[in-house]
């Protein structure tokens, strides 16, 4: 049974930093691609981050380029997203993702339960 478990989410002020991690297991991941997907309130989800597992390459949406950083760590079949300078504007529920998509921004097969990230000005 495949799981995605998030952790790491909290209360930040704005500019401040949160690494969010997202433990996989149930199947060999390698040729996956992993995502990491935003909700806020009265939003729809959209992405925000992906990685090839396999090759390390990595897409990025527009808004967090330079700010924030998905990495893998193959041994301890972690993703990770690290967040910096963050704005009240990133507030969201983060969830990750893993999928065999020929695009990173979808589809994805499997979904973690989400972890609650609040950055207050």
């Known amino acids: 049974q495949v799981q995605l478990v998030e952790t790491g989410g909290g209360l930040v002020q704005a500019g401040g930093s949160l690494r969010l991690s997202c433990l996989a297991s149930?199947?060999?991941?390698?040729?996956?691609?992993m995502g990491w997907f935003r909700q806020a309130p009265g939003k729809e989800r959209e992405f925000v981050a992906a990685?090839?597992?396999?090759?390390?390459?990595?897409y990025y949406k527009d808004s967090v380029k330079g700010r924030f950083t998905i990495s893998r760590d193959n041994a301890k079949n972690t993703v990770y997203l690290q967040m910096n300078s963050l704005k009240p504007e990133d507030t969201a529920v983060y969830y990750c993702?893993?999928?065999?998509?020929?695009?990173?921004?979808?589809?994805?097969?499997?979904w973690g339960q989400g972890t609650q990230v609040t950055v207050s000005s």
């Open positions: 993702a893993a999928g065999q998509t020929a695009g990173w921004t979808s589809p994805y097969d499997y």
């Open positions: 149930g199947r060999t991941f390698s040729w996956y691609t």
């Open positions: 990685i090839s597992w396999s090759t390390g390459s990595t």
